[in-house]
């Protein structure tokens, strides 16, 4: 049991646990969204922003309650449930990245996030900089616009069967195939 | 102490999302390359488990912990805002290999400088709030 947790879960498990996830939260009343939380604590931060002003942040702290636990969650995960293994990503995939100079995963800090973006060094180059920065305004601004993100609309939605959900999917991907497939290799 | 419950629920997320791998960089990337099943199991379990659960919801009319019957509220009508939208956040999820549980999930993970993508998706929510009403919807 406890080997089964410390090692990497396989699809099938985590499909259930996020399932489990979202099943919880609908039993206590609440949604499973996980971007609303930028909108709540924009609108705690900047309560003249029109688009913000109505938002009852009070009502949404029980989000912001779950994002900590993710935080938490994250650490435990690292620090307590860690075999030590990297990402074992297919092998065409780490051909693909190499060429893109991308090394393979094994050799990477964290063995979860490349170094070439996520280390300090890079991060805070001009170029490294600039790509986290997009990379998340892009985030927050087509979340909000979206009206939700891979927990509101890819499982929540799709749950439920919303088309507007499905929509937004099917955007979810066409970006990140542009991104992927024409924008890295102009980019890296 | 009401809160306690979605503190323990947000820890197992955490956990998921850092065991399943799917806060991973190199995971989106495998995805958006179709070189891997991994985050298509992982995603089609949710959806296929998730639509069930709910169809059994709303079939015997559960109620939540609270007593109150269980609404899923339909999203608002509408093809713009989610075609755009959800594309920009596509580009975004996958330069960043993160969506906002997994930023969140990959900071506490100790990989310190994700704080900037989340301090940007904070500011990339605030400028939509500035310019919604000048976009389609």
């Given at each position: 049991m406890w080997e089964f947790i410390l090692h990497p879960w396989p699809w099938w498990f985590s499909g259930l646990a996020i399932s489990a996830t979202?099943?919880?939260l609908v039993f206590?009343?609440?949604t499973f969204g996980f971007s609303s939380n930028l909108r709540t604590l924009c609108a705690m931060a900047a309560p003249r922003n029109s688009a913000?002003?109505?938002?009852?942040?009070?009502?949404?702290?029980?989000n912001l309650v779950f994002l900590v636990g993710a935080l938490i969650g994250g650490y435990l995960a690292h620090t307590f449930l860690n075999d030590g293994s990297s990402v074992a990503i297919a092998q065409t995939t780490i051909s693909d990245l190499a060429e893109l100079g991308f090394a393979d995963p094994s050799t990477s800090s964290s063995g979860v996030q490349p170094d070439e973006l996520f280390s300090w060094e890079n991060a805070l180059s001009l170029k490294g900089f600039m790509l986290l920065a997009v990379a998340g305004f892009l985030v927050g601004f087509g979340t909000r616009y979206a009206g939700g993100c891979t927990s509101g609309h890819a499982i929540s939605g799709l749950s439920d069967l919303q088309l507007p959900s499905l929509v937004a999917v099917i955007g979810f991907f066409t970006g990140g195939l542009i991104m992927t497939h024409l924008l890295f290799p102009l980019i890296f | 102490m009401r809160f306690l419950k979605y503190l323990l629920v947000g820890i197992f997320f955490g956990i998921l999302m850092a065991k399943s791998e799917a806060f991973s960089w190199y995971r989106i990337q495998?995805?958006?390359r179709f070189q891997a099943f991994h985050m298509y199991g992982i995603i089609g379990t949710a959806v296929v488990l998730g639509a069930i659960g709910v169809f059994?919801?709303?079939?015997?009319?559960?109620?939540?912990?609270h007593g109150e019957p269980i609404v899923f509220c339909p999203k608002?009508?509408?093809f713009a805002r989610y075609f755009i939208g959800g594309s920009l956040f596509g580009l975004g999820w996958a330069l960043g290999g993160a969506c906002p549980g997994p930023i969140v999930v990959t900071i506490g993970y100790g990989v310190l400088p994700m704080i900037i993508v989340f301090a940007f998706a904070l500011v990339g929510t605030y400028v939509y709030g500035l310019v919604r009403n000048r976009l389609p919807h």
């Open positions: 979202m099943f919880a206590f009343g609440r913000y002003a109505n938002v009852n942040w009070r009502n949404e702290l029980w | 495998e995805m958006f059994a919801i709303k079939k015997l009319g559960l109620r939540d912990i608002d009508r509408g």
